[in-house]
């Protein structure tokens, strides 16, 4: 992979700020086109199609965010000279080809785009059908900031394919992909892990817990649990199953406070067999799968459970792994529920939508990752870098 000068980088960077903001228009008519053809009753995914001045504002946000920040490759990692005379050197290096899969965020192709290439990989980007008039005007002005510098246009690639061609894209790629990326549901991630030949880090689903204790503050857990819920309801860090301490004081009254403020906010409730007793008329789970589903949607499970140890356990086992909370005033009991539930972001009093790059300090990003390897949570520029050992030597021989 041949490394670009940080400030050639830098330069194309500046290029697709002013083109977006020169083509603002452009984009946002492109955007209509997409809007018009979409059926509205998927809301999640309408709202996150939707571009509009506020968007085109926050795609240029994000390459500046990320043409400020240091050139991830080439840092040293570790320095060392053995006793054998040799000299090691661990250094950053890019991924290579990298090739993202997502569904009706034109913003990603803004995003996931910048991140790569600032890292120094070539990014193939496979969007959506439903956003493809977006999708190609912005691929358009990423190519148009390239030409600009002197680049070719093949580090940024929009690719045009229906499901059959993607499988054997995937099988037998034009070149080795070194990182592959699905940012969606379950059903894309088990195709994609299906067919393909590379790497896949896995952008998993939401269905975030928030465990509500015996020690809440209980105007603390109505504050965050409503953001957490209701700020964006198609983002993978939104809210959808609430824990109550059956032991929380005056818990009855409690539930019927949570009760008032969802429906107030327009949010439907569905409630397990203890909280049932106390709001007879609300739907009742259906079934165990529940558990396990992220929602998407102006929806959230009400549950009663039994202390610290058995809302961990329940966490664990039906979460997915994205994000959970603890609403508690003991540091004690809080310190022990973030170590043991097994999410990539836990957190104390806090509304789960902070688990973004931008809002974690990453800028942007290009998936929320629920891997373990490499990383785990916000995949920002940072992370878009693996490793290579520099190893000299003076004509060494292992004997």
């Known amino acids: 992979m041949k490394l670009i000068k940080s400030e050639t980088k830098n330069n194309v960077l500046k290029s697709m700020m002013n083109i977006l903001d020169k083509r603002r228009e452009e984009i946002i008519a492109a955007n209509k086109k997409d809007l018009d053809a979409f059926n509205k009753e998927d809301q999640a995914m309408y709202d996150r199609l939707i571009v509009n001045d506020k968007k085109v504002d926050g795609m240029i946000q994000s390459v500046q965010e990320v043409m400020d920040q240091d050139d991830p490759v ?17 250094k950053t290096a890019p991924f290579g080809n990298i090739m993202i899969i997502y569904e009706s965020r034109p913003d990603v192709t803004i995003e996931a785009a910048v991140l790569a290439f600032k890292a120094n990989n070539k990014i193939y980007l496979k969007g959506g059908k439903e956003a493809i008039n977006s999708n190609k005007i912005l691929e358009g002005c990423w190519h148009e900031a390239l030409k600009e510098n002197g680049l070719d246009t093949n580090w940024i690639e929009l690719l045009h394919l229906d499901r059959n061609a993607t499988q054997e894209f995937l099988k037998n790629p034009p070149e ?33 817990f928030l465990y509500l204790s015996k020690n809440a503050d209980f105007e603390v857990a109505k504050k965050v649990m409503l953001n957490a819920k209701i700020d964006k309801i198609s983002g993978c860090n939104a809210l959808d199953k609430v824990l109550i301490d059956k032991n929380l004081p005056d818990f009855e009254n409690k539930v019927k406070e949570l009760y008032d403020m969802f429906t107030e906010n327009k949010v439907n409730i569905l409630v397990d067999d203890d909280v049932a007793k106390v709001l007879p008329k609300e739907e009742k789970i259906p079934s165990e799968e529940t558990w396990y589903e992220e929602f998407l949607a102006m929806r959230i499970v009400l549950g009663a459970i039994d202390g610290t140890k058995a809302a961990i356990e329940k966490i664990n086992k039906y979460s997915g792994g994205h994000s959970s909370v603890i609403i508690t005033k003991d540091k004690d ?15 104390h009093n806090a509304s789960t939508r902070f688990t973004d790059g931008g809002q974690m300090g990453a800028g942007a990003e290009l998936a929320i990752s629920t891997d373990k390897l490499h990383h785990r949570g916000p995949l920002g520029l940072k992370q878009l870098v693996t490793n290579k050992y520099y190893v000299l030597g003076e004509g060494h021989i292992r004997e």
């Open 176 to 208: 080795q992909l070194d990182l592959i990326v699905p940012r969606g549901g379950e059903r894309l991630i088990a195709f994609v892990k299906e067919h393909s030949t590379g790497a896949v880090l896995v952008s998993g689903r939401g269905n975030n």
């Open 333 to 347: 009991e809080a310190a022990t529920f973030m170590e043991q539930v097994d999410s990539a972001a836990v957190y």
């Open 74 to 90: 080439g840092k040293i990692i570790e320095h060392k000279k053995l006793d054998t005379g040799l000299d090691i050197t661990n």
